[in-house]
């Protein structure tokens, strides 16, 4: 093992120090029918993210699946240990690492147009599925005036209202599955869309706002006037330490980081729901994945940038700046 590989394993080791000192102690959780875990919130994760980030995929690997195995032992949750959760981690912080290598060389331009594509995709599938279902006549209440739901004929409506009804139709309990059907193929998509519209002004404000300069400016007054002084607005300390360091934009590691952090919290949400929390069959796996979902989200969005924050630090600091090569 060389020197390098050896300090970023010790600069590893520190990383997840701190993430089980913080699950440890400022952790928290959000009940979830009946399961006083269900949601778990805090910031530790941002620390096994950062190996990901700083080292490569399999050092992310490493402290993500170590991180979930030695954070049960040294505070269980209720319940067995569920190896298959650890394998997740391990699998997700293993894919965080290579999405940064792939995104991370990607142009501010090229990765916008790629969000701004897929926003307006979902965007537009959201709204196709909202005005479909809305001209055949199909509601959250469409079962309710229907005698018998599996005679319903559905060769006169267009494609998402026959996916819907032909998925629901024969179901034991059609007018409760309809909803949840409705909002996987309308709200999700919409909801989606919105995120990618607030994840591009956001992006866009940070950069514009950075492109002025911070600190003090020179201000030419006039042709035959002196030069002027001109002091920068009271919020450009805050934004040039939300600015990313390393081409000036939050997109990539904002991708890297909150879409990773949804599949892994889907696949562990799949895990609870079939497996662990046998209570929880009695809901739809939607009722289970979306507050989940939600929060996930909204820690990812604080992790981001935390992140930044972090890797300015090792910026700053030539010793773990020269690991990261």
Same mark, same amino acid.
């Given at each position: 093992m060389t020197n390098k590989h050896?300090?970023?394993? +010790?600069?590893?080791?520190?990383?997840?120090?701190?993430?089980? #000192?913080l699950r440890m102690t400022v952790a928290g959780y959000i009940p979830l029918f009946g399961v006083a875990s269900g949601i778990r919130v805090g910031v530790h994760g941002v620390f096994t993210i950062m190996p990901a980030i700083l080292f490569g995929p399999w050092y992310g690997a490493m402290a993500s699946g170590l991180g979930d195995w030695l954070g049960f032992l040294l505070r269980p949750e209720g319940g067995a240990w569920l190896w298959q959760?650890? #394998? +997740?981690?391990t699998v997700g912080g $293993?894919?965080?690492?290579?999405?940064?290598?792939?995104l991370r060389g990607r142009s501010q331009v090229g990765t916008r147009s790629v969000v701004a594509a897929a926003t307006v995709l979902l965007?537009? $599938?959201?709204?196709?599925?909202?005005?479909?279902? %809305?001209?055949?006549? +199909?509601n959250s209440q469409f079962y309710e005036n229907v005698e018998n739901p599996s005679a319903v004929d559905t060769s006169q409506m267009g494609y998402i209202s026959r996916l819907l009804i032909s998925r629901t139709q024969n179901t034991a309990r @059609? /007018? /409760? $599955?309809?909803?949840?059907?409705?909002?996987?193929?309308? %709200?999700?998509?919409? *909801?989606? *869309?919105? $995120?990618?519209?607030?994840?591009?002004g956001l992006d866009f404000y940070l950069t514009k706002k950075m492109a002025?300069?911070?600190?003090?400016?020179?201000?030419?007054?006039?042709?035959?006037?002196? @030069?002027?002084?001109?002091?920068?607005?009271?919020?450009? *300390?805050?934004v040039s330490k939300l600015q990313a360091p390393w081409n000036g934009s939050i997109m990539p590691l904002a991708l890297t980081i909150i879409i990773v952090s949804l599949l892994i919290n889907t696949a562990n949400s799949v895990l609870l729901w079939a497996v662990a929390m046998p209570g929880w069959r009695a809901f739809p796996f939607t009722y289970i994945w979306l507050p989940r979902a939600v929060a996930a989200l909204l820690i990812s969005i604080v992790n981001v940038f935390i992140a930044v924050f972090l890797m300015k630090v090792c910026e700053r600091l030539p010793h773990l700046k020269a690991l990261t090569k």
């Amino acid at each position: 093992m060389t020197n390098k590989h050896l300090r970023r394993l +010790i600069t590893t080791a520190v990383f997840l120090a701190i993430s089980l #000192i913080l699950r440890m102690t400022v952790a928290g959780y959000i009940p979830l029918f009946g399961v006083a875990s269900g949601i778990r919130v805090g910031v530790h994760g941002v620390f096994t993210i950062m190996p990901a980030i700083l080292f490569g995929p399999w050092y992310g690997a490493m402290a993500s699946g170590l991180g979930d195995w030695l954070g049960f032992l040294l505070r269980p949750e209720g319940g067995a240990w569920l190896w298959q959760m650890t #394998i +997740i981690m391990t699998v997700g912080g $293993f894919v965080r690492g290579w999405a940064w290598r792939v995104l991370r060389g990607r142009s501010q331009v090229g990765t916008r147009s790629v969000v701004a594509a897929a926003t307006v995709l979902l965007l537009a $599938f959201g709204g196709f599925s909202m005005l479909q279902l %809305h001209q055949d006549g +199909i509601n959250s209440q469409f079962y309710e005036n229907v005698e018998n739901p599996s005679a319903v004929d559905t060769s006169q409506m267009g494609y998402i209202s026959r996916l819907l009804i032909s998925r629901t139709q024969n179901t034991a309990r @059609p /007018y /409760y $599955f309809l909803p949840r059907r409705m909002a996987e193929v309308v %709200h999700a998509p919409l *909801g989606a *869309g919105a $995120f990618g519209i607030a994840l591009l002004g956001l992006d866009f404000y940070l950069t514009k706002k950075m492109a002025k300069g911070e600190g003090r400016k020179l201000r030419i007054v006039g042709a035959n006037s002196t @030069p002027q002084i001109q002091q920068a607005p009271w919020y450009s *300390g805050l934004v040039s330490k939300l600015q990313a360091p390393w081409n000036g934009s939050i997109m990539p590691l904002a991708l890297t980081i909150i879409i990773v952090s949804l599949l892994i919290n889907t696949a562990n949400s799949v895990l609870l729901w079939a497996v662990a929390m046998p209570g929880w069959r009695a809901f739809p796996f939607t009722y289970i994945w979306l507050p989940r979902a939600v929060a996930a989200l909204l820690i990812s969005i604080v992790n981001v940038f935390i992140a930044v924050f972090l890797m300015k630090v090792c910026e700053r600091l030539p010793h773990l700046k020269a690991l990261t090569k």
